[in-house]
């Protein structure tokens, strides 16, 4: 069957401190990644997709980059977070019907 | 002008209600649209895809007006699992791969 992970489910980072998050998906092969980011009673902001292993298109500037290592895992990461980077991070992917998405990722920055 | 424009709401319904969502999008070009819900801190779920001659899910309908560009979503009997922000979704132009999401109306239905 389809899934899709984000890890980890939560996370509380220093000003400055580094960012890795992680997506993956099973079940399905060559898929189009999307990276998108919801702040506290906002709609959602697309951030970077990926269209295929090393295809990355970044929608905004931003202190963020994002890397699609292998087929099914997708990476967004930051070398020093800023406090506006807190939100809600949700990984998603394509499929006939529309964007399925993982879990997300709650990253407060203090 | 945003491209997917909502209800701001918040819309407070009792149960067994019909309450009715619109959403506007400023892209004429855009191909395809949904509507999901989203639960309080979680991620956003298809609730259903929107066509052209409207669709029915169960309790749901959902329409679309490309002359107007507008998209509805009816819920009918409300029930207090529905509770929820209702997003309305559209791809964007010339892109089937990319979707944007208006800023959701939120709905609470009391017992």
């Known amino acids: 069957s389809q899934t899709i992970h984000q890890w980890p489910a939560t996370l509380v980072q220093p000003v400055g401190s580094p960012l890795s998050l992680e997506c993956t998906v099973e079940g399905t092969s060559n898929p189009n990644l999307y990276w998108y980011r919801q702040a506290a009673g906002r709609g959602l902001q697309l951030l970077f997709y990926s269209v295929g292993i090393g295809q990355i298109s970044s929608e905004v500037p931003q202190n963020l980059s994002a890397s699609r290592p292998q087929d099914r895992q997708f990476i967004l990461s930051s070398k020093k977070l800023l406090l506006s980077d807190s939100g809600f991070y949700l990984c998603?992917?394509?499929?006939?019907?529309?964007?399925?998405f993982g879990p997300g990722t709650r990253l407060t920055v203090l | 002008r945003k491209e997917v424009e909502q209800d701001p709401g918040p819309f407070n319904v009792p149960e067994g209600a019909t309450v009715a969502f619109n959403c506007t999008y400023s892209?004429?070009?855009?191909?395809?649209f949904f509507w999901y819900r989203q639960d309080c801190r979680k991620e956003p779920k298809l609730l259903m895809s929107?066509?052209?001659s409207g669709n029915e899910d169960g309790r749901f309908t959902a329409q679309l007006n490309r002359a107007s560009q507008y998209i509805s979503l009816l819920i009918r009997d409300s029930k207090l699992s529905d509770s929820a922000t209702y997003l309305c979704v559209v791809t964007r132009s010339g892109s089937a791969r990319q979707l944007t999401f208006g800023s959701g109306t939120q709905l609470t239905v009391l017992p």
């Open positions: 929107v066509y052209s």
């Open positions: 998603a992917w394509l499929v006939e019907r529309g964007q399925f």
């Open positions: 892209n004429s070009a855009s191909q395809s």
